[in-house]
């Protein structure tokens, strides 16, 4: 996580995200959307494999973001994980506002 703004939390997510590590950062992100940021970041720049597991826990973070209030958004998304993203349609649910119709400034960006 990146502490730059703890009114922001950054998650940074690296390596593999698939059935053996989602589980602990399901939990963070628990822990994270319990302290209702406004925003809570997923940094993508060093992910290089997600299965269907993974994709799971991003669909969490985005369902209990909504129910928190916290827009959720991707820096950093690899080209693979944008056509994922696309084709499942995960990036569509990223773009709506949360419940309480706060603006979601560009909830998915791309480096």
């Known amino acids: 996580m990146d ?3 703890p009114a922001v939390p950054v998650v940074v997510v690296g390596g593999d995200l698939a059935y053996a590590t ?5 939990a963070e992100i628990d822990r994270l959307l319990a ?7 997923f940094d993508f720049g060093g992910l290089e494999f997600m ?11 985005w369902r209990e973001g909504q129910q928190a209030g916290t827009v959720i958004e991707l820096r950093a998304v690899p080209r ?3 056509t ?4 499942t349609g995960v990036t569509g649910l990223l773009d709506r506002a949360p419940i309480d119709d ?3 400034p560009g909830s998915v960006a791309s480096a």
């Open 35 to 41: 302290g209702r940021p406004r925003t809570l970041v």
């Open 84 to 87: 994922i993203l696309d084709l």
């Open 51 to 61: 299965d269907s597991t993974g994709l799971s826990v991003i669909v969490h973070a």
């Open 80 to 82: 693979f994980l944008e």
């Open 22 to 26: 989602a589980s602990p950062l399901r």
């Open 102 to 104: 706060r603006p979601a």
């Open 3 to 5: 502490g730059s703004d």
